[in-house]
């Protein structure tokens, strides 16, 4: 049985390879979407922003911001700033696109914030670059926070002491608290390499998306067979139609594996993308393989002809793909739960637990429920196709 | 010559009702759009904020108060999250774009003038970064009372929870610093996108995604066409060639202007979608019909079987589809991006669509364009023909 079944599948694996759908479906298109996605999201190191600089104050707080915090950010690699004189150049090099943002500490700005009268940073942002927008309007709310924090330390102290305080006092206790260490601080809870970063998950999410299209064409090729009659020329043979079916399942069960391993090691060296270990990607592979063809050898069955085939699995494939989250994470609301009921979604999940794990056992959840999803389905795949070919 | 218009039109409606008699394509062009356009505008609808996940004792005024006032920040939305691991996995899934872990003992630690630390957790991308700076600044805030107080205290030798209140008072009469924002050149996108339905965004670059993908589909039926021989007996017939191909033609125009149809008049009627200048529109719809009509013609003379071209369609139907704005707004597009967005009938279409939409454009804002897409219908329906009569008199 098993030698047939061995025919079979190496007789449909050359037939695939010469037809080259497969190989879009399987390598070209996930990889070229997984690329383009990833050009269209910045990670953490590519991101820059171009920003400039406009000193109209000239005093010491303005200093503050320019020479202390954009400088300090600069060093970081964080922001690539350029100073202007004037506003004018500063707004027509945001116009133009030439930098994305400008910060402007009007004249005045030292001696308002000193005396406590409020002040002004303004921002420019070119709109059509957002995140760029959103950080440089943080960076500046971050000194106004600061600002605010030393002035409130000095009128504190002012209002307490009823009037005790001296002039230079009062300075002396502004310094400190320039200097004093925040009372509440923020500390990163969770490494950047204890996650999927984005290209990493759209390489995954676009493999597993695919390969339930890959995994088709084991289940279209046996309704192919049965069209053009071949598969009665086999079943005239001394082979039982389990043989052929296990032959086909064969056949889809390799091209899913060799496919998502081609592509987690392509989208590994050629995008910089990483599913993380090894061992706990390879069993999530196998899982995934599994559900997909357990999923789709049911779809396939309420399927007359190859091309209806084709097409009740593609409608499948895309809305079990869109609900796990696929193109873009899914929220964490009541449409985060929808990413349960699809086998992406389990699939995504275990390659987030195994990155933010030690051990590759993180994956044995969502391994189970990619498992559970294949047999459920299939069971009643096979039972169907068996009624049917009989 | 209306012996030819008629026989173009039979034709083409033998291509329409092949097409729909196959009954996934009605899936496709019936449910799907609507399906994602509702997706998406559930999603993104919601003012395009970030998901920040909070843990935060209930009983705790202080953490409420710090999740309330990162709930107001611009551009995020809280969600409260029971426990730590929850949190953890919802970030590291990406579910979530950041989350925030406020300690027991909050409320106590700013009366006492403790330090005390609140956790982060963002997602390893830039979005995150932004994030962080947000909550930074919010806590700092928050935090600054009792910064102010224990240094009072210092110079003053009071203790710091007399003081507390003293500083909250004294910062209710503070001016402060302000930081104001202007939008220099480019899109007004904050304003624009404000003013959109929840449904729009996703409506408007939704309809060329699926007129394109639907007119790729529809290349199958094309290829068929030759495959059968149907072509071949058409031509033993005194039908003359150009007038074959037009009706192969229509037959593609046809389904990607029923599409184009259908998405329009259902969001506007069950959505409230505005489609902006019923004539810009129009226009706008036809030339990218037109299109996607030249690029399915191609993709079904120059592909042999079926499945490869379904393949090839659906892989450069999402490909474009992204690269031209239709499932991220071009205005997030990075610099570089967007010279290669320009290279898409997509990104010319959103753009129109953009002006036409948000702007109350009217045909004569978008002159240049329309006059590419019609640049990119010549062309593609030119190479189609040339490719096409030799696949079928060789």
Same mark, same amino acid.
């Given at each position: 049985?098993?030698?047939?079944?061995?025919?079979?599948?190496?007789?449909?694996?050359?037939?695939?390879?010469?037809?080259?759908?497969?190989?879009?479906?399987?390598?070209?298109?996930?990889?070229?979407?997984?690329?383009?996605?990833?050009?269209?999201?910045?990670?953490?190191?590519?991101?820059?922003?171009?920003?400039?600089?406009?000193?109209?104050?000239?005093?010491?707080? &303005?200093?503050?911001?320019?020479?202390?915090?954009?400088?300090?950010?600069?060093?970081?690699?964080?922001?690539?700033?350029?100073?202007?004189?004037?506003?004018?150049?500063?707004?027509?090099?945001?116009?133009?696109?030439?930098?994305?943002?400008?910060?402007?500490?009007?004249?005045?700005?030292?001696?308002?914030?000193?005396?406590?009268?409020?002040?002004?940073?303004?921002?420019?942002?070119?709109?059509?670059?957002?995140?760029?927008?959103?950080?440089?309007?943080?960076?500046?709310?971050?000194?106004?926070?600061?600002?605010?924090?030393?002035?409130?330390?000095?009128?504190?102290?002012?209002?307490?002491?009823?009037?005790?305080?001296?002039?230079?006092?009062?300075?002396?206790?502004?310094?400190? *608290?320039?200097?004093?260490?925040?009372?509440?601080?923020?500390?990163?809870?969770?490494?950047?390499?204890?996650?999927?970063?984005?290209?990493?998950?759209?390489? &995954?999410?676009?493999?597993?998306?695919?390969?339930?299209?890959?995994?088709?064409?084991?289940?279209?090729?046996?309704?192919?067979?049965?069209?053009?009659?071949?598969?009665?020329?086999?079943?005239?043979?001394?082979?039982?139609?389990?043989?052929?079916?296990?032959?086909?399942?064969?056949?889809?069960?390799?091209?899913?594996?060799?496919?998502?391993?081609?592509?987690?090691?392509?989208?590994?060296?050629?995008?910089?993308?990483?599913?993380?270990?090894?061992?706990?990607?390879?069993?999530?592979?196998?899982?995934?393989?599994?559900?997909?063809?357990?999923?789709?050898?049911?779809?396939?069955?309420?399927?007359?002809?190859?091309?209806?085939?084709?097409?009740?699995?593609?409608?499948?494939?895309?809305?079990?793909?869109?609900?796990?989250?696929?193109?873009?994470?899914?929220?964490?609301?009541?449409?985060?739960?929808?990413?349960?009921?699809?086998?992406?979604?389990?699939?995504?999940?275990?390659?987030?637990?195994?990155?933010?794990?030690?051990?590759?056992?993180?994956?044995?959840?969502?391994?189970?429920?990619?498992?559970?999803?294949?047999?459920?389905?299939?069971?009643?795949?096979?039972?169907?196709?068996?009624?049917?070919?009989? | 010559?209306?012996?030819?218009?008629?026989?173009?039109?039979?034709?083409? @409606?033998?291509?329409?009702?092949?097409?729909?008699?196959?009954?996934?394509?009605?899936?496709?062009?019936?449910?799907?759009?609507?399906?994602?356009?509702?997706?998406?505008?559930?999603?993104?609808?919601?003012?395009?904020?970030?998901?920040?996940?909070?843990? *935060?004792?209930?009983?705790?005024?202080?953490?409420?108060?710090?999740?309330?006032?990162?709930?107001?920040?611009?551009?995020?939305?809280?969600?409260?999250?029971?426990?730590?691991?929850?949190? @953890?996995?919802?970030?590291?899934?990406?579910?979530?774009?950041?989350?925030?872990?406020?300690?027991?003992?909050?409320?106590?630690?700013?009366?006492?003038?403790?330090?005390?630390?609140?956790?982060?957790?963002?997602?390893?991308?830039?979005? *995150?970064?932004?994030?962080?700076?947000?909550?930074?600044?919010?806590?700092?805030?928050?935090?600054?009372?009792?910064?102010?107080?224990?240094?009072?205290?210092?110079?003053?030798?009071?203790?710091?929870?007399?003081?507390?209140?003293?500083?909250?008072?004294?910062?209710?009469?503070?001016?402060?610093?302000?930081?104001?924002?202007?939008?220099?050149?480019?899109?007004?996108?904050?304003?624009?996108?404000?003013?959109?339905?929840?449904?729009?965004?996703?409506?408007?670059?939704?309809?060329?995604?699926?007129?394109?993908?639907?007119?790729?589909?529809?290349?199958?039926?094309?290829?068929?066409?030759?495959?059968?021989?149907?072509?071949?007996?058409?031509?033993?017939?005194?039908?003359?060639?150009?007038?074959?191909?037009?009706?192969? &033609?229509?037959?593609?125009?046809?389904?990607?202007?029923?599409?184009?149809?259908?998405?329009?008049?259902?969001?506007?009627?069950?959505?409230?979608?505005?489609?902006?200048?019923?004539?810009?529109?129009?226009?706008?719809?036809?030339?990218?019909?037109?299109?996607?009509?030249?690029?399915?013609?191609?993709?079904?003379?120059?592909?042999?079987?079926?499945?490869?071209?379904?393949?090839?369609?659906?892989?450069?139907?999402?490909?474009?589809?992204?690269?031209?704005?239709?499932?991220?707004?071009?205005?997030?597009?990075?610099?570089?991006?967007?010279?290669?967005?320009?290279?898409?009938?997509? *990104?010319?279409?959103?753009?129109?669509?953009?002006?036409?939409?948000?702007?109350?454009?009217?045909?004569?804002?978008?002159?240049?364009?329309?006059?590419?897409?019609?640049?990119?219908?010549?062309?593609?329906?030119?190479?189609?023909?040339?490719?096409?009569?030799?696949?079928?008199?060789?």
């Amino acid at each position: 049985m098993l030698r047939a079944a061995t025919v079979i599948l190496r007789k449909d694996l050359r037939l695939r390879l010469r037809d080259r759908s497969v190989l879009l479906f399987a390598f070209v298109i996930p990889l070229a979407l997984t690329f383009v996605f990833s050009q269209l999201f910045p990670t953490q190191e590519d991101f820059e922003l171009t920003a400039g600089v406009v000193d109209l104050d000239g005093d010491d707080v &303005a200093a503050g911001f320019t020479q202390g915090v954009v400088a300090a950010l600069v060093d970081d690699g964080l922001v690539d700033a350029t100073t202007f004189e004037d506003e004018a150049g500063a707004r027509a090099a945001v116009e133009d696109g030439d930098i994305a943002a400008a910060w402007i500490l009007p004249a005045g700005f030292s001696a308002d914030v000193s005396a406590g009268d409020g002040g002004e940073i303004r921002v420019l942002v070119n709109p059509d670059r957002a995140l760029s927008a959103e950080v440089a309007r943080g960076i500046a709310d971050g000194y106004r926070a600061e600002l605010d924090r030393i002035s409130l330390v000095v009128a504190t102290s002012a209002t307490a002491a009823q009037g005790a305080l001296s002039g230079s006092q009062l300075e002396e206790i502004a310094e400190l *608290a320039v200097a004093q260490a925040p009372a509440v601080s923020t500390t990163e809870l969770i490494a950047p390499d204890q996650q999927l970063d984005p290209t990493s998950y759209l390489a &995954a999410g676009m493999a597993v998306f695919f390969l339930f299209f890959t995994v088709t064409f084991g289940i279209t090729g046996f309704l192919e067979e049965r069209q053009q009659g071949t598969l009665q020329r086999l079943l005239a043979a001394p082979i039982g139609i389990g043989t052929v079916h296990l032959g086909k399942a064969m056949g889809a069960f390799v091209l899913g594996i060799v496919s998502m391993t081609v592509l987690a090691i392509a989208s590994a060296t050629m995008l910089d993308a990483s599913w993380g270990d090894p061992v706990g990607v390879a069993v999530l592979i196998v899982a995934g393989v599994i559900s997909a063809l357990g999923v789709m050898a049911f779809v396939g069955s309420f399927a007359r002809t190859a091309e209806q085939a084709g097409n009740l699995q593609s409608i499948v494939a895309l809305v079990f793909g869109l609900a796990g989250g696929v193109f873009f994470p899914i929220g964490a609301g009541t449409l985060g739960q929808l990413a349960l009921v699809s086998p992406h979604g389990w699939f995504l999940r275990g390659l987030g637990d195994l990155v933010g794990s030690d051990s590759w056992t993180a994956v044995l959840p969502a391994t189970a429920a990619l498992v559970a999803f294949g047999v459920v389905f299939a069971v009643p795949g096979a039972l169907r196709m068996r009624r049917e070919t009989a | 010559m209306m012996g030819a218009l008629r026989t173009v039109v039979q034709i083409s @409606r033998v291509e329409l009702l092949r097409f729909l008699r196959e009954r996934s394509n009605v899936f496709f062009v019936f449910v799907l759009p609507l399906a994602l356009v509702v997706f998406i505008g559930l999603q993104f609808g919601g003012g395009m904020g970030t998901q920040l996940g909070a843990v *935060a004792a209930d009983d705790d005024a202080a953490a409420s108060e710090l999740v309330d006032r990162l709930d107001t920040a611009e551009g995020i939305e809280v969600v409260p999250i029971d426990d730590e691991d929850e949190l @953890r996995s919802l970030v590291s899934r990406g579910n979530l774009s950041g989350g925030v872990l406020i300690p027991d003992g909050y409320e106590d630690a700013l009366r006492s003038g403790a330090t005390f630390e609140i956790g982060f957790l963002g997602r390893p991308d830039a979005t *995150a970064q932004s994030l962080r700076t947000v909550v930074d600044a919010v806590v700092a805030d928050q935090a600054a009372i009792t910064g102010a107080a224990s240094l009072a205290a210092d110079a003053t030798d009071q203790s710091v929870a007399d003081l507390i209140d003293l500083a909250a008072q004294v910062r209710e009469g503070m001016p402060g610093v302000t930081v104001s924002t202007e939008a220099v050149g480019g899109d007004e996108l904050a304003q624009e996108f404000s003013a959109l339905g929840q449904f729009d965004l996703g409506a408007s670059s939704q309809l060329f995604l699926f007129v394109f993908l639907t007119s790729l589909a529809s290349s199958a039926a094309l290829i068929q066409t030759r495959q059968f021989g149907v072509a071949t007996r058409m031509l033993s017939t005194p039908t003359r060639l150009p007038v074959i191909l037009a009706g192969l &033609a229509g037959g593609r125009f046809v389904v990607a202007l029923f599409q184009a149809l259908y998405i329009i008049v259902v969001t506007a009627l069950g959505f409230g979608v505005d489609w902006g200048d019923p004539l810009a529109t129009s226009v706008l719809v036809l030339l990218f019909c037109l299109v996607s009509t030249g690029a399915a013609m191609v993709l079904g003379s120059v592909f042999r079987n079926d499945s490869q071209a379904s393949g090839a369609g659906v892989g450069l139907g999402l490909v474009l589809a992204v690269l031209g704005g239709s499932m991220i707004p071009l205005e997030l597009f990075p610099a570089g991006m967007l010279v290669v967005a320009r290279f898409t009938p997509h *990104a010319w279409a959103n753009t129109a669509m953009a002006e036409i939409v948000r702007r109350d454009g009217g045909i004569a804002d978008v002159v240049m364009e329309l006059t590419v897409l019609a640049g990119f219908a010549v062309v593609l329906l030119g190479v189609a023909t040339f490719l096409l009569r030799r696949a079928l008199t060789r």
